[in-house]
């Protein structure tokens, strides 16, 4: 039968689960048995709908909002959906849509409140795209009895492929190694706090005893699920403004997927994912040996939902431990830095598709926050030597630095925010400067770019500020306000001259000043140096710096993993994509549960259509 159970006890448990007060999804109000005889026999509920698929205006892309209104025109083949602004927007009696002209009296106007209704085969986890199992769909009190009079032969446990089955790699043993070990401590650690003192023998067998009482996150799979080379190509402005520096015109980088499972009733249900892109050491500059978490995303149901012996709640702890496990990791294979914008989800941006109603989306001040928690953690255990954020490290020279403020030193992350935004500027500065050269009134606009430059650090403005230099200016007065969502976490010491990282040779550190380390090639520059140019400079007295031998830093970053392809997990457009036109939401414990499933089996069946 094409369900998960492979046991009459395992169907058991999904059905007492169904039943239980819904801790951890959305809570539905209970229909009796006797009330209404088309209730679901496993759920006890009648009607559920699922979220519909997003609908979006086709002449602008623009989402068009639940239970809005908008303007549809349907064919026999086709559907177009226009929001209001591009039909009120549109002049005459027509409207264009992909290139095509339709009269706007053949447009109806519409709310978006549509619903689709659940089937419940979702309560007995049945798979229905399993071609190789020809029975139809049999609920599980039935199941249960056809197994009970020999009707059915359950199917042994091993034949039920789940998140343990699936490859592993360097980086999901990895990353299970240091979560199971800090499961473990912090276990032990809630055991001490109430009130008991062990040797370490005496703690095993009091963990196995009173399991209950000191309950412990287990069941828990990583796994690798989409491990592909791709490219990031520079947006064509901004290749031309440094065309005269041979910018790459594009950057090759690894995107990964990771999941972690946890078997909750018996069913495996996916928990947290993170999208990552890993620009190796053979990458040019700036995106040398850089890491970039692009996409991070959870939903609410870890098991048990209790808080850790550190006061945090049991599920930051593990999400926590992941990503300074995947730190570590990035940090032996010799990267040198990873960058995180700490910003809110937008619509559409999450991972799982309908995260639980019971878990707010957190504001950017308390995601930042959460960030920079785990950050710390990592500082603790040295995996993080350095923390900062874009702006400071990019936009600002204070002190002894020398590097040059450029937009070309930016590392250039694919779907990151700024690269969007510095090419919409660069169209503007030509804008402006051809709308200069028409009106001929560029003369006050020099005066002001020439003030904003000073104000911003640049000193030699001689002719015409450069274009280099007012994106500069531009990117900055739009990254500041809120230059602490661009986390900066580096990995190893960068130089206080001239900010590059340091890999290899020596550090030169300075015991008497805080975090002033310079590389070899500025230490040589500054012994040519006059004693009072030297370091600390604007200061009488010279500090002698020590060298630091840099070991432990590969000269490659390759992991020694194979290319892991999914046409699911490839991209997080595609994975929501499947779920969004599959129904797998993630809402509810119970809908996570069947929609796991069926990723699971996707994943280990990569050519189910």
Same mark, same amino acid.
């Given at each position: 039968m094409a369900h998960v159970p @492979?046991?009459?006890?395992?169907?058991? %448990?999904?059905?007492?689960?169904?039943?239980?007060?819904? %801790?951890?999804?959305?809570?539905?109000?209970?229909?009796? +048995?006797?009330?209404?005889?088309?209730?679901?026999?496993?759920c006890k509920q009648e009607k559920l709908t699922f979220e519909p698929p997003p609908m979006y205006c086709f002449p602008c892309g623009a989402r068009i909002r639940r239970n809005g209104p908008y303007y549809a025109y349907d064919t026999r083949d086709t559907h177009h959906s226009v929001c209001i602004p591009c039909y009120n927007k549109s002049r005459g009696h027509t409207i264009e849509v992909e290139g095509q002209m339709f009269p706007k009296a053949r447009f109806q106007k519409k709310r978006n409140d549509e619903e689709t209704e659940e089937c419940h085969q979702i309560c007995a986890l049945f798979n229905d795209i399993n071609y190789d199992v020809k029975q139809a769909y049999t609920c599980l009190y039935c199941y249960i009895e056809e197994v009970k009079r020999g009707l059915h032969v359950p199917s042994p446990q091993s034949a039920v492929l789940g998140?343990?089955?699936?490859p592993r790699t360097a980086l999901s043993d990895h990353i299970?190694?240091?979560?199971?070990?800090?499961?473990? !401590?912090?276990?032990?650690?809630?055991?001490?706090?109430?009130?008991?003192?062990?040797?370490e023998d005496d703690l095993a067998v009091y963990l196995a005893v009173?399991?209950?009482?000191? @309950?412990?996150? +287990?069941?828990?799979?990583?796994?690798?699920?989409?491990?592909?080379?791709?490219?990031?190509?520079? $947006?064509?402005?901004?290749?031309?403004?440094?065309?005269e520096d041979n910018y790459p015109t594009e950057f090759p980088y690894k995107s990964k997927a990771?999941?972690?499972?946890? $078997?909750?009733?018996?069913?495996?249900?996916? %928990?947290?994912g993170?999208?990552?892109?890993?620009?190796?050491?053979?990458c040019a500059f700036p995106n040398q040996r850089r890491v970039y978490l692009s996409y991070l995303d959870s939903v609410k149901y870890l098991r048990p939902g209790i808080k850790a012996a550190t006061g945090e709640a049991l599920c930051t702890f593990v999400y926590h431990e992941i990503l300074i496990g995947y730190l570590e990791y990035c940090k032996q294979r010799g990267f040198t830095s990873c960058y995180i914008w700490a910003r809110p989800p937008l619509e559409g941006d999450n991972i799982f598709y309908c995260n639980p109603t019971i878990q707010t989306t957190r504001t950017s001040d308390k995601l930042r926050e959460w960030c920079l928690a785990m950050i710390r953690k990592a500082t603790k255990e040295e995996i993080v030597v350095e923390l900062t954020n874009l702006y400071d490290h990019f936009f600002i020279t204070t002190g002894e630095c020398k590097a040059k403020v450029t937009a070309s030193r930016l590392p250039y992350f694919d779907g990151d925010y700024w690269p969007g935004v510095a090419e919409d500027m660069v169209n503007q500065l030509h804008q402006?400067? +051809?709308?200069?050269?028409?009106?001929? $009134?560029?003369?006050?606009?020099?005066?002001?770019?020439?003030?904003? !430059?000073? @104000?911003?650090?640049h000193t030699d403005l001689s002719g015409n500020a450069s274009e280099d230099d007012m994106l500069m200016q531009k990117l900055g007065e739009t990254i500041y306000p809120m230059e602490e969502d661009f986390i900066m976490v580096h990995l190893q010491y960068s130089c206080s001259n001239c900010r590059s990282f340091m890999s290899s040779g020596k550090r030169w550190a300075c015991h008497q000043c805080r975090s002033f380390y310079i590389c070899d090639k500025c230490y040589s520059a500054e012994q040519e140096l006059e004693e009072r140019e030297r370091h600390p400079s604007n200061s009488r007295e010279t500090h002698e710096l020590h060298p630091v031998d840099i070991v432990g830093v590969p000269e490659e970053t390759k992991d020694g993993d194979g290319i892991i392809e999914s046409k699911f997990f490839d991209t997080r457009h595609a994975f929501l994509s499947l779920c969004q036109e599959n129904h797998y939401q993630f809402d509810t414990l119970r809908r996570a549960k069947h929609s796991s499933m069926m990723v699971l089996y996707r994943l280990h069946n990569p050519t189910v259509v």
């Open positions: @492979a046991s009459v006890e395992d169907a058991r %448990l999904i059905i007492d689960s169904l039943r239980e007060d819904p %801790l951890y999804g959305q809570q539905l109000p209970p229909v009796s +048995d006797s009330i209404n005889e088309n209730a679901c026999q496993l998140a343990s089955d699936l299970e190694e240091r979560l199971f070990k800090r499961l473990k !401590l912090e276990r032990q650690a809630r055991a001490v706090q109430s009130g008991r003192s062990f040797d009173y399991s209950d009482l000191v @309950a412990g996150a +287990d069941g828990l799979v990583v796994r690798v699920v989409s491990s592909v080379d791709k490219k990031v190509g520079v $947006k064509p402005r901004f290749l031309e403004t440094f065309q990771v999941l972690l499972f946890q $078997k909750i009733d018996g069913v495996e249900v996916c %928990l947290f993170m999208y990552v892109q890993e620009f190796g050491a053979e402006e400067e +051809d709308d200069q050269k028409l009106q001929k $009134k560029g003369n006050a606009k020099k005066i002001i770019r020439k003030r904003a !430059l000073e @104000a911003a650090g």
